[in-house]
């Protein structure tokens, strides 16, 4: 049997018809830049974030530099040769944001740990850390953080020192040309913390990197693997 609908339209019995698709209503447009002077409400400071971000969560380089009210989006980029002047590695590398004391590339290990034969004497010495040889000014990095325990010249063959200690830990970082944080500062992972140099006994531009723990050496190569640096 065949009826015809109101609209002259042939309808066949027994034959479902199907279903109109909804209706969606339409996406609200997304507000423009936003005018110098002319403020948003936080229903279109949501919209405008909402389109910055893409389906990662990366910013969207053509609209990061939007203005939201106060807040300015800029991307974000690895610099690959960090700024000698900036007090923190963009990247951290190792566990809890560790990083390696010299930036990778620019020094090499120039003695290891334990039994050497003294560089700047004679006879053989017990050398409670290793040695990254690097240029005068190259900039040293806090491995982890801590608070700082002693900043200046050690008056002994270590030269400028800093030691971080974080609880039963202590790092030192020796023989420096420029140090960069005081007794009692808090240090992140990552920050710098003054300049390779040569004083102290030393006979070249280097850092002794040493690690204690308990009041006892360990083996820093060692503690860098634990925090998933190598050197």
Do not use: C, W
Request: net charge negative; aromatic share 4%; hydrophobic share 40%.
């Amino acid at each position: 049997m065949v009826g015809v609908a109101a609209t002259g339209a042939l309808l066949f019995a027994g034959t479902p018809t199907a279903a109109a698709a909804p209706v969606l209503p339409p996406l609200p447009a997304l507000p423009a830049f936003q005018i110098p002077g002319i403020p948003m409400n936080a229903k279109q400071q949501a919209a405008i974030l909402a389109a910055v971000f893409d389906a990662t969560g990366v910013l969207v380089q053509e609209v990061a530099g939007l203005v939201l009210g106060d807040i300015t989006l800029t991307p974000v980029t690895p610099d690959p040769t960090p700024d000698a002047t900036s007090p923190f590695q963009a990247a951290p590398l190792g566990v809890g944001g560790a990083r390696l004391p010299l930036s990778p590339g620019t020094f090499e290990v120039t003695s290891g740990y334990g039994g050497r034969s003294n560089p700047t004497g004679s006879g053989q010495q017990n050398h409670e850390g290793i040695d990254l040889g690097a240029a005068q000014g190259t900039t040293i990095y806090a491995v982890t953080g801590g608070t700082v325990v002693q900043a200046g010249d050690a008056g002994d063959g270590y030269g400028n020192l800093v030691k971080i200690k974080k609880g039963d830990t202590e790092v030192l970082y020796g023989h420096q040309s420029r140090i960069d944080v005081a007794v009692g500062d808090t240090i992140a992972p990552g920050q710098a913390i003054g300049a390779v140099g040569s004083t102290g006994d030393s006979n070249g531009p280097h850092l002794h990197f040493e690690v204690r723990r308990g009041g006892e050496s360990v083996d820093p190569v060692g503690y860098l693997t634990a925090l998933g640096l190598a050197v």
